[in-house]
């Protein structure tokens, strides 16, 4: 069974500059995470999608950052403008909903490192 | 709000030692998960164990073990006899129950970086 796809691995963009990434959870898997990672630090949660809503977006920074999983299944993150500070990996996650089975586990995607200049 | 602290930022032992890498939470809520994730060079998260607030047992798989003590917030990890591939950081996280079931995104620590000298 694939794991949680994500693209591109790395990204270089020039600071202002628009960013997207994209994510494919688990086949079936409801839910669907998106974390940001500085470096040193631990993930920290921008969105949580149950289907195609956005259950939890109290900590993605609205002015730059959106993201969109229009059909419930695969999602798409973006930065517009980009900024040196937003230099970071950027993580997809998905799980089951309560009543698929297992909703507490969640399985994470490989990354996306950004690096702005 | 939920708050995961990992005071060891970097812990360095020779291998076959024993090594404990502690992690306290803070949770208003009664139901909640616990879990440890392993973040190789490579980047990606790898899970651990997951643990719940009413299993209080101790786990043991190999050479890894987790102790949950609910009366000190904590959920400690233990590697005995430590390897070279077990060099990683490793990160503690909490998970609270959303309101329509299911679990919230998770609240990480900072991870402690882990290094095992041969």
């Known amino acids: 069974e694939a794991g949680v796809v994500q693209s591109p691995r790395y990204k270089i963009i020039e600071k202002k500059q628009p960013v997207a990434f994209w994510c494919n959870p688990i086949?079936?898997?409801?839910?669907l995470y998106w974390y940001l990672q500085n470096l040193g630090q631990g993930p920290e949660l921008l969105i949580r999608y149950e289907n195609e809503e956005a259950v939890d977006d109290s900590q993605l920074p609205k002015d730059r950052f959106s993201a969109e999983r229009l059909k419930g299944v695969d999602s798409t993150l973006k930065i517009q403008p980009a900024e040196l500070g937003d230099s970071a990996v950027y993580l997809c996650?998905?799980?089951?909903?309560?009543?698929?089975?297992?909703?507490?586990?969640?399985?994470f995607g490989p990354g996306t490192r950004l690096t702005v200049l | 709000a939920q708050k995961v602290t990992q005071a060891q930022t970097e812990i360095s032992v020779v291998e076959k030692e024993d090594v404990t890498l502690d992690c306290v939470y803070e949770t208003r809520d009664t139901t909640y998960y616990l879990f440890w994730y392993k973040q190789p060079p490579s980047g990606e998260l790898v899970f651990l164990i997951r643990?719940?607030?009413?299993?209080?047992q101790n786990e043991i798989s190999g050479r890894y073990s987790w102790n949950f003590q609910k009366s000190t917030s904590s959920f400690n990890f233990t590697i005995t006899a430590s390897q070279v591939v077990d060099s990683a950081v490793y990160f503690c996280a909490l998970s609270e129950e959303s309101s329509g079931g299911g679990a919230d995104g998770l609240t990480f620590g900072k991870g402690t970086h882990l290094i095992i000298q041969p």
């Open positions: 086949s079936g898997h409801n839910t």
């Open positions: 996650a998905s799980s089951m909903s309560p009543g698929q089975g297992d909703s507490n586990e969640q399985f």
């Open positions: 643990r719940n607030s009413f299993d209080e």
